[in-house]
């Protein structure tokens, strides 16, 4: 079973940095691979943060992300990451990452970013 995988989430202070981690459990990250990574704030809808393309290595960002969230991918690690400049307490949310090969995406479950002012 392919199963992504979030981590690095937690509690920080607005302005600071973090960096998310996504990898794959049950399978990897190749090819025309694309890594999604999604946010859903308490009481609102999931919305994409960006994406990127595995051998490519195209991004592409949200309005709302651009400039200060950035998408990475270690090609030799199998893992991609998502850096956070100067977060805000309106960041606060679940954190997802998904792989999309294809037709067929397969979701993290998760992990969860609190910023405190």
């Known amino acids: 079973q392919v199963q992504p995988a979030e981590s690095g989430g937690g509690v920080v202070q607005a302005g600071d940095s973090l960096t998310l981690s996504c990898s794959v459990s049950?399978?990897?990250?190749?090819?025309?691979?694309?890594v999604a990574w999604y946010r859903q704030a308490p009481g609102k809808e999931r919305e994409v943060i960006g994406t990127?393309?595995?051998?490519?290595?195209?991004?592409h960002y949200a309005d709302s992300t651009r400039g200060r969230f950035a998408i990475y991918r270690n090609y030799h690690e199998n893992r991609a990451w998502l850096h956070m400049n100067g977060l805000r307490p309106e960041n606060r949310a679940i954190y997802y990452c998904?792989?999309?090969?294809?037709?067929?995406?397969?979701w993290g479950r998760g992990t969860q970013v609190t910023v405190c002012s």
């Open positions: 049950g399978g990897t990250f190749v090819g025309d691979d694309m």
């Open positions: 990127i393309t595995w051998d490519a290595g195209s991004r």
């Open positions: 998904n792989r999309r090969r294809g037709y067929v995406v397969y």
